[in-house]
């Protein structure tokens, strides 16, 4: 049996693209970079998370909705930013995210 070392770096690279693959994704799928905004349930789907998150996500301001008739949209470029391994950087978030 052979035994293979793996190292942050090796995982930090794989992140690294596993990320590149979903943004490719997300723009090669028609239907999502076509919206400018998008609902509470696309968001949670995009990003994986519970009501909760989302929810704890717009409280700390983190994510910023704009509400039309109860319903809360959100920008798709900032969906994506979330997405982005410079945003886990940010002072604001801790580093939740990422």
């Known amino acids: 049996m052979q035994i293979e070392v793996i190292t942050r770096e090796d995982l930090q690279i794989l992140r690294q693209q596993l990320l590149d693959d979903i943004r490719e994704l997300l723009r090669s799928n028609g239907n999502a970079t076509e919206k400018e905004w998008l609902r509470s349930s696309e968001v949670r789907k995009l990003l994986k ?6 929810q704890n996500l717009r409280i700390s301001g983190q994510l910023l909705p704009s509400k039309v008739n109860g319903i809360y949209f959100y920008k798709y470029a900032a969906v994506m930013k ?5 945003f886990s950087k940010h ?3 801790g580093g939740k995210w990422i």
């Open 49 to 54: 998370i519970s009501p909760g998150t989302l």
């Open 82 to 86: 979330m997405l982005d391994p410079e």
């Open 91 to 93: 002072p604001k978030n």
